[in-house]
Structures are given as C-alpha cells and as structure tokens.
C-alpha cells in the first residue's frame, strides 16, 4: 500500500514538470504570435502611402481579363452565380468561361441557358478524361482560353480563378486589374459562407485567407513575394503562365494540389505573389466568398488537402541555407500546425493523466490528498500570462470578424473556433496518415514511374549527406563513402569536393545528388557563353562563389552553383546579386567544372573561337560526335579550377583556402592574386600550377585566342622577392 501511495506522489509530481514545460511552450508560442502581428503592422504602417484608393482602382484602364470557372461536381448554384457576376460586376473587358463535364446534363444546361443571356459567358466542355485530376481540368481551361484568343483576335491579359459556388466582390477586377502589373500572382482573401447545413462554421477558425492571417500574408507578400494561394479567388498574369507552358504543362496533372505546386516553381523562377486586403467605400472587404462544405467530412477533406499540400507534404522543402531568414521562418509557419497539434495533444494527455491520478488516489485506501500540482510562482505567472494572451486573442478575432463578416458571426466565433478546432484535429490525423501513405507508395519500386525515394523526409532535407544519397542511388559504394568521410574529416574539404578530388564519382553526379540534398534543380551549363551571360556578378565575385548568373529565356535569372556553402557565405551570395540588381535569383545545381569554366570564358574570343569551331564541326563532320550541347559537355567537364589544383597537390589546406576566398571583394583581388600572395605557398610549385592552369585549352580550341590567365606577379614589385624568379 505504501509503493502505492509513493508512486501516485512521484507521478504527480512528474505531471507538475509537465505543466510547467507546457506553460513554456504556450507562452513561447503566443509571444511569437504577437511579434509578427507588431512587425506585420510596422510594415503595413511605413507602406501606409503606396497603396491604391478606390478612385485610383476604377480610373484604371480595364485589360482583357478571364474568369475561369472549372465545375467537376454537381452545381445546382451555377446559373444563379452566373447571374450574379453579369448583374453585380463592375468591370466590362472580360470573358467568362465555365467548364462542365459532357455527362453533367443538368449543369450544362444550366450553363447554356446562360450562355445564351451573356455574350460573355462560355461554355468549354470537358471529356472524362480531362476530369481526372484538378491539373487536367485547369489545363482544358486554359486551352479553350486560348483557343478563343487566337479565334477572336482577343489578348488576356489577366486569367481569374473561381469556384462553382464561389461570389465575388463588384471591385474584384478593378482591383486585380491594378495589382497584376505589380506581381505575377495575386491571391485575394478567402471567406467562407454559412450554409444551412453546417451554420457554425463560418470560417472563423478554418478560412486560412481570411481576416485572421491578413496582416501575416500582407507582410509575407512584401518581404519574401511568396504565399500559400488558394484555388479560388486568384488571379495570374499571362507572362507567368507562359513561363509554366515553357517549362512543360502549365498545371502538374499528378499534383494533388496543382495551383499550389504551379505558383511556388513561379516564385522559384522570379516571379512576384501578393496578396491584397483592401475594403470599398462602405467598409466590405474586396475578397471572394464561397460557401462552406455541406458536411463535416468534406470540411475535413478540404483542410486535410491544404495541410497536406503546404504543411506534410513530401515534395515541399524545407528552404536551405540558400533562402533568407524570412524565407525560412515563414516556411517554418506553414508548418507551425504540427507543434501546435503536439502541444495541444501533450495538454489533453496531461489533462487525462490528472484525472486518472485523482481518481486513482480516491480509490487507493489511506491516501488523504494530492499535493499541490504547482509550487513555483513563475508557473502561475506563466500560467496567468497565457491565460491573458488566449482572452486577448479571442476578443481580437471577434472584433476582426466584426468588422469583415458581421455581428452575427463574431457572436457564434467560439462556437464556430470550437469546430474549426474539431475539424483541424481530424484534418491533421488524415493528412499524417496521407502523407505516410504516399511516401510508402513512392518508395515501391516496382510501380510504373514511381522513383525510390531518397533517405529522409521532407523535414529533414538539407540535412541528409550527399554521400548517403550517392550510396541510396547506387552510384557509390559504402566503402567509397567511407574513404571519403575519412578524407573529408583528415583534410576539412567538404564531401562533395572531396568525392571530386578522390575521383570517386563524375562530377554530373555528384551535382545531382548535392541538387536533392539542397532541393535545389539540376541543370547543365551547356548553352553559348557570350559576353552578356556574365553581367550579373564580377569575375571577382563569381571566383568567390562559384557561382554563375545568367538570364534564362522566360527572363528569370538563373544562379548555377556547384556546391554548397554556410549560412554566412549564401547570405553574403544573395548580398551579391541584390548589388547587382538581382532580388529574386533562381537557384540551380550545376557541375562545377562547368561553372568554372563559364566564369573564366564567357565572353572571351576564346570560346567564340570554340562556338565556331563546333558550327564547322556539325556541318562538314563532328569532331566530336553529338549534338551542340553534347559537344560542350564532354569540352568543359575537364576543367579544373585552380584552387582545386592546389589542394589536390597539398599545396594549401582547404580551411586556409576558404578563408581565402572570404577576402576576395568586388574590385579585387582576385581569387588568383590572393593564392599567389599567400607566402607559405612554395613558389617554384605554384609557379608550375599556375602555369598548367593557364595553358588548359578545351579538346578542339584554336591557338590563337587568349584566355585570361592567372598570374603570379600581381603584388607591387619588390625586388627581393623570391616569387618574381618563379
């Protein structure tokens, strides 16, 4: 009896620990909540003069737009909604195309009986097998957009997409007709409608663009361009969805999410998303309305496919060092609902473990009482505090709802928040177990155009070693793998140059592998190199970096770079190109031998000699056999730069050479003249090096044309100094 009694004290002492972390983690969790709610309204504060009014709005001329309407589902709604933006939009240059499915009977002539009342409506059938995903859909869509363009002679220059019972403001293409020549993607807010069927949720707690996250997603919009969009409610301008249609489909048809997944390789290319919160002359929030889920299972299967998309998902990254801070905290926020459910799950464990205790104690015989759960003060006061953060919290969403919904949803909010809290809970346990499911899928060999997945999740991508995917893929042993750890560690190169030294892996591979590991694309550096490739950085910074900036064909800037760097020196890149006018850089893995070679001969007369000689070839025989971007592979991949000459020779420690390349700046010196001023460097040997590094020549160059040359005898002369005889 008495082991009894001493473990109920010992385990309610335990479970006194376990409250006072909680109360941690929840104070740690609303102080966060409050500093980006004060950063976000400094910034809105110092951007208080650059935003539009409405008479600015309206005096704008009206571009061509597109409303795109995709129906897969029944829609009884549909001609009353189409009705409703013919009588209520206050906007003239449009084009209205619905896309119904050809066994959907009743909604098609739903829809050509609007047709026939609204020159502007179109009806674009789509075929069972354009309904098979939501990429498919929008990709009919968009080809009967363009099919009509090229017929009418007409020019879009703004596509919108809408939801089948979906409403939108009269101002909606007045404003979006502004904001498109800011960005490429413009997300408007998202509010959920009351439907008879489930009247408390009104989106208070489970609308993700609606009044709640305005002021995040406004200052996310402004410091990183980049947002979590939805799939109603958005607008995108027509150079982007060239810039998707030049890539490949404009929509992923095996994405589950394919607006998501289509706007997030936009901004990877460059390409700007906002999102605007702007109220009309009565007070109305400009935003698309739509109406809330008819039952609880799809309220949970519609949060569970955006958790799973922007918060689970396997393809979606962690930004690596390559991003900036705000890159990566806001990432982080997408992905804030996973401690959020732990905590909460960890309280309603506690919660259980309390009662059990007591209910324990009460049956346990000669046991009076529990102790005091909580001693310490701090405990209370962290207790206290929180419970002031969750009134002010809640008193501040009602007066926002208020304001944007009404007074009879803020007076329902906790009713509304306690679903939404129901409907979150159960959307998490699906989407984990989705995204279990899908990674188990992936990781099956033997299903068609399946790929074995890399060791790893999606969480913890960056911090894989590239030797362990090397190893994963098959294109390197476990005893290579260890002979260059052992390298690496004796000598402090990295393992991806490491591999390279010790010529364990081609140098495309091993730029591949480094791709997956920074979730970055691989591409090779096999275009012409002429004199307007490399305007973006100076040689000296390229040198430093390793680091190649050119202008791509949808107008994008692409930065290759061949390997990874610290937090610090992707910092001091990004520093770089934002000096040289570049602010959205798009990041590629490229090999570096290729890198290199197009920092020390773009622009020269030595590669022009080469294009000629490749032209000449192609024509009259190939020196070389394959086509133009084959033969420029096979000439640049055996160029060695010449900091890894001298490691490879032992001529320099790869620590000292890093420290090296920290010194090099824009006007100089460069990474050449800080080698050959290093004195505990023996001069006759690197005089050798540096030599062998000048007369490299690619297989088929022509005698005649000079390449820049690293040189030895770049200090102030002095003449006693022993280098200048090397």
């Known amino acids: 009896m008495e082991n009894a009694v001493l473990f109920l004290w010992d385990s309610w002492t335990i479970l006194g620990r376990v409250v006072a972390f909680l109360a941690i983690i929840v104070f740690a969790l609303g102080c966060e909540s409050i500093a980006i709610k004060l950063a976000a309204d400094f910034q809105r504060w110092r951007h208080r003069r650059s935003e539009p009014t409405i008479e600015m709005i309206e005096r704008k001329r009206e571009d061509c737009a597109a409303i795109l309407i995709p129906i897969t589902a029944p829609a009884p709604l549909a001609g009353a909604m189409l009705a409703r933006i013919g009588r209520t939009l206050d906007y003239e240059n449009y084009v209205i195309f619905v896309g119904v499915r050809t066994h959907d009977e009743q909604t098609l002539a739903v829809v050509q009986r609007a047709a026939r009342r609204d020159s502007k409506v179109k009806l674009c059938l789509l075929e069972a097998r354009d309904t098979v995903s939501e990429g498919r859909v ?382 970055l694309e691989f591409a090779h550096l096999d275009g012409p190199l002429d004199s307007h490739n490399s305007v973006f950085l100076s040689r000296h910074e390229a040198e430093r970096f390793s680091a190649f900036a050119q202008r791509a064909e949808d107008g994008s800037v692409q930065v290759y770079v061949g390997e990874d760097y610290a937090p610090r020196e992707w910092r001091a890149l990004r520093a770089a190109l934002r000096r040289a006018g570049v602010s959205r850089p798009c990041f590629r893995i490229a090999p570096l031998g290729e890198i290199a070679y197009a920092i020390r001969f773009a622009g020269t007369a030595q590669e022009m000699a080469i294009e000629q000689a490749i032209a000449v070839s192609l024509m009259d025989g190939p020196i070389i056999e394959g086509t133009d971007r084959a033969i420029r592979r096979q000439l640049r991949s055996p160029y060695r730069r010449l900091e890894d000459l001298l490691v490879e020779r032992g001529l320099i420690a790869p620590r000292r050479m890093r420290m090296v390349r920290r010194r090099i700046g824009i006007g100089g010196p460069g990474l050449e003249e800080a080698v050959c001023r290093d004195r505990r460097i023996p001069p006759f040997t690197l005089a050798q090096t540096v030599r062998e590094f000048n007369e490299w020549r690619p297989a088929i160059a022509l005698p005649t044309a000079p390449a820049p040359i690293a040189r030895c005898d770049a200090r102030r002369r002095v003449p006693v100094d022993p280098r200048l005889a090397a």
């Open 138 to 519: 929008l990709n009919a869509m968009f080809a009967a957009a363009r099919q009509f363009e090229h017929a009418h002679d007409a020019d879009f220059r703004t596509y919108f997409l809408q939801g089948a019972e979906t409403t939108i403001h009269p101002l909606t293409l007045k404003l979006v007709n502004w904001h498109c020549e800011l960005a490429s993607v413009v997300q408007l807010p998202l509010l959920t409608a009351p439907r008879v069927s489930l009247p408390t949720i009104l989106g208070g707690g489970i609308d993700d663009l609606g009044e709640q996250r305005a002021r995040e997603l406004q200052l996310r919009s402004r410091v990183v361009h980049h947002l979590p969009v939805g799939t109603m409610g958005l607008a995108l301008r027509r150079d982007a969805l060239w810039t998707l249609g030049h890539h490949g489909e404009m929509f992923d048809t095996r994405s589950e999410s394919p607006v998501f997944d289509a706007v997030r390789r936009l901004n990877e290319r460059g390409h700007l998303s906002t999102f605007v919160w702007q109220h009309d002359r009565g007070g109305r929030v400009i935003a698309a309305e739509a109406l809330a889920p008819r039952t609880y299972g799809e309220a949970v299967g519609a949060k569970a496919a955006r958790l799973s998309s922007r918060a689970l998902s396997g393809w979606q990254p962690l930004p690596g060092n390559q991003a900036g801070l705000w890159a990566q905290y806001f990432s982080y926020r997408d992905r804030r609902i996973v401690p959020v459910a732990a905590t909460l799950g960890l309280v309603a464990l506690t919660a259980l473990a309390a009662g059990a205790l007591l209910l324990a104690g009460q049956a346990t015989p000669g046991f009076e009482s529990m102790p005091a759960l909580i001693e310490a003060p701090w405990v209370f006061a962290l207790l206290a505090t929180n419970a002031a953060l969750a009134v002010a919290a809640l008193v501040e969403r009602v007066i926002l709802t208020a304001k944007t919904r009404g007074l009879v949803a803020a007076a329902i909010l906790p009713v509304s928040l306690a679903a939404a809290a129901l409907v979150t809970t159960h959307a998490v346990l699906r989407a984990s177990r989705t995204g279990n499911g899908k990674r188990t899928e992936n990781c099956d060999p033997e299903k068609g155009g399946a790929k074995p997945s890399r060791p790893g999740s999606a969480l913890t991508l960056g911090k894989t070693r590239i030797t362990d995917i090397l190893v994963h893929s098959g294109a390197l042993t476990p005893e290579d793998a260890k002979a260059a750890h052992a390298y690496a560690s004796r000598t402090g190169r990295r393992l991806s140059l490491a591999l390279q030294d010790l010529r364990l892996a081609d140098p495309a591979t091993i730029a591949k592998a480094l791709g997956e590991k920074l979730g």
